[in-house]
């Protein structure tokens, strides 16, 4: 099975700031991560989709890039509604995992 | 407009199963893969399995294989998870999710959750 390994497992970010969250999936993968946003007591939302393509209404301050070995998701500038837990993930085969969550907080 | 309705909360004793039902509007019901998700209390997201609603095939994580039973119902156009024999460790919110892309994508629109406690 394919691993994604998430880091790091808590950032602590003021408004404004840039904000980098990696996914090493092990082995190496193609092009098929998502990335996703949960905030307390919802479901989670689509952010990102095959590594780099942008869900509709989500703000062009988020994107995805990478290949391989590494992915990241970038929130170029962080608003107060960005504060919240990210997921990437793997669909590439018949699984679909899930990394740890990267927990975005104010500093 | 596109969503999925789970069934309600489910309280269940050690040992027991459950069964989560997650009925699906406003697009085509065969044209996308259905995913099962679990989010234990103050953890992470869990993948659990899939089934295509075209053919009935399913896919489970190692985890669950042999406990979980995906099914659907084609003209309700409703999916159902089974999970058997639970323990505490299976409390969990569970959501079903379908994917934006065949035969394989990310998860564009989730039910609202299913709250299953297994409790003595």
């Known amino acids: 099975d394919i691993q994604m390994i998430q880091s790091p497992s808590t950032v602590s970010a003021s408004v404004g700031d840039r904000v980098t969250i990696t996914c090493r999936p092990s082995p190496a993968i193609f092009t098929w991560v998502a990335w996703y946003q949960q905030k307390p007591g919802k479901a989670p939302k689509l952010l990102i989709y095959?590594?780099?393509i942008l869900q509709s209404g989500v703000p062009s301050s988020f994107s995805g890039s990478g290949s391989g070995t590494e992915f990241t998701l970038t929130i170029s500038s962080l608003q107060p509604d960005d504060f919240a837990t990210y997921y990437c993930?793997?669909?590439?085969?018949?699984?679909?995992?899930f990394g740890q969550g990267t927990t975005v907080d104010i500093k | 407009q596109v969503h999925l309705v789970q069934s309600g909360p489910e309280v269940k004793k050690p040992g027991a199963s459950v069964k989560v039902s997650c009925e699906t509007f406003?697009?085509?019901?065969?044209?996308?893969?259905i995913n099962w998700v679990r989010q234990v209390p103050g953890q992470g997201l869990e993948w659990m399995g899939w089934i295509n609603p075209y053919n009935g095939k399913t896919a489970s994580a190692k985890k669950f294989q042999g406990r979980v039973t995906l099914t659907m119902e084609r003209p309700a156009n409703t999916v159902y998870m089974e999970l058997r024999s639970l323990t505490s460790d299976d409390t969990a919110v569970y959501f079903c999710?379908?994917?934006?892309?065949?035969?394989?994508?990310?998860?564009?629109?989730w039910g609202q959750g299913t709250v299953v406690t297994v409790s003595s």
């Open positions: 999710t379908k994917e934006n892309y065949y035969p394989k994508g990310a998860f564009d629109i």
């Open positions: 993930q793997e669909y590439n085969g018949n699984s679909r995992t």
């Open positions: 095959k590594t780099s």
């Open positions: 406003g697009y085509t019901f065969t044209n996308f893969l």
